[in-house]
């Protein structure tokens, strides 16, 4: 037996004795969603710990209406559509970029912002939409390739902005009865960017455990150890876990830009509907860059598809296997919601370790 | 929600700009969410982008913590 | 109106799908065994491949060296020696000479070192814009010999998996090519396996060998453990990881179970001759990181499962369609 396989089987022992009754604990973030699959941690843990997967995919929680001007954008002549290639795969009402692709309009996966305001400045003749995704995390890159478009001057990018601020949804979550969280595993990388203060009203309002946590197997072990003592102690907090990367105060200067070029707005999440101030609009100052603004689009609301669950799922009041459409009519090869589209959306999760049926290794 | 890794800073190119290493890859990065960074510092790159610099320690929560499963699960009870 | 996209190739469950679409057309029912190549009365082997692939020269080979190579360990891992080759070009106006030249002495010097004669082929020039520079299809034709009856159906409990060399080293250098990752000691497996293999050939205990291309050892393994309706258990420690691929593959978030290789075979082999199978593979170059990374059981039929490096299990799957990278 290795090390890290010594030291998880302490984790997962110590786990066991520390949950003496049955706790829910949500992870907030995909990224700690794919590595426990990933790392067959499921197989771990001690049966009385249910481990939910919360909203924590910005692809997961574009709203089906976002896809629709996504693809609509992409349609116009002259327009090149530049995003991550996680959001290729969403399903709009009608389409999705990775459809539109086929069908020959310009979509590019691009790995940073960056490439995307580059291909603006070697492409002159086409006019570029930076399909903008991500939460806390990510929208400090965004609003630095805008200053960069700004102060260069480069007129042919534009920007569909559709970041996304956790800790509203967070409160969505607390404050929803039908969930009854008792802990929360908090993501660590929009930590890095939000820091610690932003997560006090979960103990103290919401009485509910939280702990920031990495990604490797040995932090998560650690992240979920931790709130089953906070629980079993009864005193519920903010327990820093990833002290190599989250400062307290997390990264003034990023939130710093972000401010500079976004303003809190409404947005609508997929699964959890309109949350008031949980999005980023562009402040007017770079309204040109505005990729709605500038071609005329705009972004209606559509009722999600028939059967779809993914606001049960996301919330964390349904298993991905209770959904009536799971496994059968909706899968990897045709999803029908967002959960099902990311590799780290929990139904995509559940479907890819588990083959659509019962996990064979599950404890 | 956010896949980042440890990167190297190998080069600075200029306040926006740097070569850095995630193992044996090579990538240009942005540094300018992180300011004052220094060659040799490693940094955490999120979708081409440094937003933190690495601290070797873990820090003492996690260190706390730790003596504590020792103490519990090594010797099999609370 | 539903039309194909990029992730119907990519070797997932939506190349299933587009598989049994053609299959249904035609008669006598041909089902898709899932064997890399079809062994015809007289252990006449065929096989036939088309090759795309961006960009058109990687570090470790080119697309003229793929599909010779890709073609002959179709019919390799099945026991059967490479012997002809039929081409078919279809290349895009405007494509330069000289780099047609040279991906065809790439393709030639492997037919070379292989003893494979080409026979006949075929060119096709078409309008710019109506193929992406170079499309390349290859039909080889082999003979078993001394181990004619390899295939799925010898998969049994108790057999062990040997995996000849680091997985997904293909995949991963195109991927870094594509993003624009520049990756010290990253290179593509590329390579013919039929010297390799052939020297596997005379052990009994040899069921069934299969090259780790589209879809990777994931995928590879997850049809082993649906046809002969086994379990699969693999040490996620046991395997010959390339450092330079997982680095690119953690940094694109990409699965690296998923990830193709060109030069890579997984061998199943009777527990009795899984040590002499590992030997004669550590033998030659191209098996020197060869490892038995786990066997075949009787539970959890149709599942494989993978002991992962923190001591869970979790199950494998086929990967959906392209791997693509994510930020998240
Ligand atoms: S199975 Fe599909 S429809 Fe149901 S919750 Fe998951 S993604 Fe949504």
């Not at chain 2, 090579?26 to 081409?48: C, F, K, Q, Y």
């Not at chain 3, 060399?165 to 390579?191: E, F, Q, W």
Request: hydrophobic letters at 40%; one cysteine or more; charged letters at 20%.
């Amino acid at each position: 037996m290795n090390d890290t396989r010594q030291r998880i089987a302490l984790l997962s022992k110590a786990l066991d004795l520390l949950t003496d009754r049955p706790i829910k604990v949500m992870e907030v973030c995909g990224t700690h969603t794919v590595s426990i699959f990933r790392q067959g941690l499921r197989s771990l843990l001690p049966p009385s710990l249910k481990l939910v997967s919360g909203p924590g995919c910005p692809v997961c929680v574009t709203d089906q209406g976002e896809i629709d001007a996504a693809v609509s954008l992409a349609g116009i002549n002259g327009v090149t559509v530049a995003t991550y290639g996680d959001m290729l795969r969403v399903p709009g009402s009608g389409s999705s970029l990775m459809n539109e692709r086929a069908r020959g309009r310009d979509v590019r996966i691009v790995t940073s912002a960056d490439q995307a305001l580059e291909i603006a400045r070697n492409e002159k003749t086409r006019l570029i939409v930076f399909v903008a995704v991500g939460f806390e995390t990510t929208a400090p890159s965004t609003a630095s390739v805008i200053l960069d478009a700004h102060r260069d001057r480069i007129s042919n990018f534009t920007v569909l902005d559709l970041h996304k601020a956790v800790p509203p949804a967070l409160e969505a979550l607390a404050s929803d009865a039908d969930i009854d969280l008792d802990a929360l595993l908090l993501p660590g990388h929009v930590s890095v960017i939000l820091g610690l203060s932003p997560y006090g009203f979960l103990p103290e309002r919401y009485g509910i455990a939280c702990a920031v946590a990495g990604f490797e197997a040995e932090e998560i072990m650690l992240g979920l150890v931790e709130v089953a003592r906070q629980i079993k102690e009864g005193r519920p907090r903010v327990a820093s876990l990833y002290g190599q990367a989250v400062r307290a105060e997390g990264n003034p200067f990023a939130r710093s830009l972000v401010d500079r070029v976004f303003e809190p707005g409404d947005s609508s999440w997929r699964g959890l509907g309109e949350i008031p101030l949980s999005g980023y609009a562009l402040r007017e100052e770079y309204s040109s860059m505005d990729a709605l603004k500038r071609l005329d689009i705009s972004i209606r609301r559509t009722p999600p598809p028939d059967g779809c669950s993914c606001g049960e799922v996301l919330r964390g009041v349904m298993t991905p296997r209770e959904c009536p459409l799971f496994g059968n009519l909706c899968n990897p090869s045709h999803p029908v919601g967002p959960c099902m589209v990311s590799g780290e959306g929990s139904c995509a999760a559940h479907f890819r370790f588990s083959a659509g049926g019962d996990d064979p290794w599950k404890r | 929600m956010c896949l980042a890794i440890p990167h190297r800073i190998l080069r600075l190119f200029d306040d926006k700009r740097a070569l850095a290493s995630a193992g044996p890859v090579e990538t240009e990065i942005r540094v300018d969410l992180v300011p004052g960074l220094e060659i040799g510092d490693v940094v955490l790159v999120h979708a081409g982008f440094a937003i933190e610099r690495l601290l070797e320690e873990h820090g003492q929560e996690i260190e706390a913590l730790w003596e504590e499963v020792r103490r519990m699960a090594g010797t099999g009870h609370e | 109106m539903e039309t194909l996209s990029i992730g119907h190739g990519a070797g997932g469950r939506l190349t299933e799908e587009l598989v049994s679409l053609i299959l249904g057309r035609f008669p006598g029912n041909p089902v898709a065994d899932r064997e890399d190549c079809a062994v015809l009365p007289g252990g006449i082997a065929v096989t036939i491949d088309g090759y795309t692939v961006t960009p058109l020269a990687f570090e470790g080979g080119d697309i003229g060296s793929l599909c010779i190579c890709g073609s002959a360990n179709d019919l390799s891992v099945r026991g059967a020696k490479p012997l002809y080759i039929a081409l078919g070009v279809i290349v895009e106006e405007g494509f330069p000479f000289e780099d047609l030249a040279r991906f065809m002495t790439s393709a030639g010097e492997v037919c070379r070192a292989l003893g494979i004669e080409l026979v006949t082929g075929d060119t096709k020039v078409v309008p710019r814009g109506q193929a992406d520079g170079l499309f390349l299809t290859t039909c080889a034709i082999g003979k078993t010999g001394a181990h004619p009856g390899l295939g799925t159906r010898n998969i049994s409990p108790g057999d062990v998996i040997l995996l000849t060399s680091p997985p997904g080293m293909h995949g991963a250098t195109i991927a870094a090519s594509r993003y624009g990752l520049k990756v010290n000691g990253l290179s593509s497996d590329c390579a013919a396996l039929w010297p390799m293999l052939e020297t596997l050939l005379p052990l009994e205990g040899l069921k069934c060998m299969r090259d780790c291309t589209r879809g990777g050892l994931g995928t590879v393994l997850c049809e082993w453990a649906e046809s002969a309706k086994v379990g699969i258990e693999i040490d996620e420690t046991l395997i010959p990881w390339d450092e330079a691929s997982i680095s690119v593959c953690d940094l694109l978030g990409l699965d690296p179970l998923h990830m193709a290789g060109e030069g890579c075979a997984a061998v199943v082999v009777s527990p009795e001759e899984a040590e002499a199978a590992l030997e004669l593979a550590k033998n030659h170059p191209l098996g020197k990181r060869a490892s038995i990374i786990g066997s075949v059981t009787e539970e959890h039929p149709g599942y494989v499962g993978i002991h992962t490096a923190s001591g869970g299990t979790r199950l494998v799957d086929k990967p959906v369609g392209e791997e693509l990278p994510r930020i998240c």
